[in-house]
């Protein structure tokens, strides 16, 4: 699906890293409420502040980083990465996909996510995959315009709500399950 004429995506660049980072810790904020958002942004989201990793991403040959453009003005960004895989396949890993809420559904997303693809493509991989948060059907409908399809459930257990343990309550190894 081809962006219209003003929505493109781009490398990014060094001098696209504060407006990057900024979006970072956008995405990061938006999601972090969302049902699972608080595990995946302490587990699998960008670092904040993003600077430090973002610039680290653009200084690697095995990630990709793009700049989601609307009339040259920078909206959105998308991060790829390979990952090789136990079996020596190379797998591909879009690890950041944000645009800002006011100019989505306008194709820079689109635009951003073709161009992940494609490079992971020109990588030799043998998929990409992509996390979407438990009921984000938005973000679900989007991968799956583009093919991608669920491989895996992540189920999760909180135990924040759960008393703590008293002393002598929980056990050695062999006493776990007797």
């Not at 696209?16 to 995405?27: F, G, I, S, T, V």
């Not at 879009?94 to 020109?122: F, N």
């Not at 989007?142 to 929980?170: K, N, Q």
Request: net charge negative.
């Amino acid at each position: 699906m081809p962006a219209a004429p003003g929505e493109s995506a781009r490398l990014a660049g060094p001098d696209d890293l504060a407006r990057l980072a900024a979006l970072a810790d956008e995405a990061v904020a938006e999601q972090a409420e969302e049902r699972g958002g608080a595990v995946w942004a302490a587990r699998e989201s960008r670092p904040r502040p993003a600077g430090p990793s973002l610039a680290e991403a653009l200084a690697d040959p095995e990630q990709l980083v793009l700049a989601g453009t609307i009339d040259g003005v920078v909206v959105g960004y998308g991060v790829a990465r390979t990952e090789c895989l136990r079996t020596g396949e190379v797998l591909g890993v879009v690890s950041d996909l944000y645009v800002e809420p006011e100019a989505r559904q306008v194709g820079v997303g689109e635009a951003m996510i073709d161009g992940l693809v494609a490079w992971c493509t020109t990588q030799g991989c043998c998929g990409v995959d992509a996390l979407a948060l438990p009921g984000n059907r938005a973000t679900k409908n989007f991968f799956e315009t583009f093919g991608f399809t669920a491989r895996a459930i992540v189920v999760h257990r909180s135990l924040a709500g759960d008393h703590p343990a008293e002393p002598g309550e929980v056990g050695t190894v062999g006493e776990v399950g007797e």
